[in-house]
């Protein structure tokens, strides 16, 4: 069985990629793919990880869990979703490693699926943006003590990833920047789901309609109908120019305030970001969806 399994980031697509699965449930079901929600699976893994504290699991778990996800269903393929797989916030920096729980519970599931063929999805963010927000869900008061000796400037999601490639090799890998969903989300959608590329699908302009005016969401809607775009670069720039126009900005500015983080600091850790994302899209078994 092909099990896929968006593993984050924290503060970033959140529930909203899976909410548009599920939407979908019965097109893909007929596929052979399986969306189940939430409740199914993710205490269901964290306690037996948890569990086995690094431990062999017993041979027969894989079927056990597959059963108990599934509820006597087949798949060919699965896809499960949760953004705090790898750690809560708390722990993000533990011992002054970037996501360094990622190497024991990415091990960890592979040894409950051992002979299953697993890919991973991961959403990224300008740390410029994404720190604030990840500190704000933590219990820590004080950023450094948060960052636990490593520096704003030392984030590399790059080096992330690599951990995961050697904890994992040959593990498919798809990555995309949470600031280009609005764009790519309907690929996002078939990417992960692995549906076959003429099924119909719904939810591809969910985001869209969560940041976008409900007028200027209309017209959209409109001239989709009335000026049906030939190619997927197409239609990303017409989304592109309704978003300039009629986008809320409630949701897509980001303020951040933190102390001593000026407009120079903002500017300088986005283009080390930049930088961070030519490096991820030329990472060897990585899957970079850009728009």
């Not at 984050?8 to 399986?34: F, M, V, W, Y």
């Not at 929600?37 to 993710?42: E, M, V």
């Not at 090799?169 to 003429?198: F, H, K, N």
């Not at 720039?237 to 120079?264: H, M, N, S, T």
Request: hydrophobic share 40%.
């Amino acid at each position: 069985m092909q099990i896929v399994y968006h593993i984050g980031a924290e503060c970033t697509d959140g529930d909203r990629l899976l909410k548009s699965l599920l939407k979908n449930s019965d097109p893909l079901s007929q596929q052979g793919i399986k969306v189940p929600g939430p409740g199914r699976y993710r205490r269901l893994l964290e306690e037996t990880i948890q569990n086995l504290d690094g431990r062999a699991p017993a041979p027969e778990t894989r079927d056990i869990l597959i059963d108990a996800i599934l509820d006597e269903d087949s798949a060919s393929r699965l896809v499960l979703s949760f953004q705090n797989f790898i750690c809560g916030p708390n722990r993000i920096f533990e011992d002054g490693i970037f996501y360094g729980r990622a190497a024991y519970k990415l091990s960890a599931l592979r040894g409950l699926f051992p002979q299953d063929e697993l890919e991973l999805c991961l959403s990224v963010r300008n740390p410029a943006t994404w720190l604030p927000a990840v500190y704000e869900k933590s219990y820590y008061k004080d950023l450094g003590a948060f960052l636990c000796g490593l520096h704003p400037e030392d984030l590399r999601w790059s080096e992330v990833i690599a951990l995961i490639q050697d904890t994992l090799p040959g593990v498919p890998l798809t990555v995309w920047c949470m600031e280009d969903t609005p764009l790519i989300w309907a690929q996002l959608i078939r990417e992960i789901s692995g549906v076959d590329p003429l099924t119909k699908i719904s939810g591809g302009f969910d985001l869209l309609n969560a940041i976008m005016a409900p007028e200027g969401m209309k017209r959209f809607l409109t001239y989709l109908k009335t000026h049906p775009p030939q190619t997927e670069v197409q239609k990303r720039r017409i989304i592109q120019a309704f978003l300039e126009r009629y986008a809320l900005e409630d949701e897509v500015e980001e303020e951040v305030d933190l102390p001593g983080w000026d407009a120079a600091m903002i500017d300088h850790l986005t283009e080390l970001y930049d930088e961070d994302m030519l490096e991820v899209a030329r990472m060897p078994g990585v899957t970079f969806i850009a728009p």
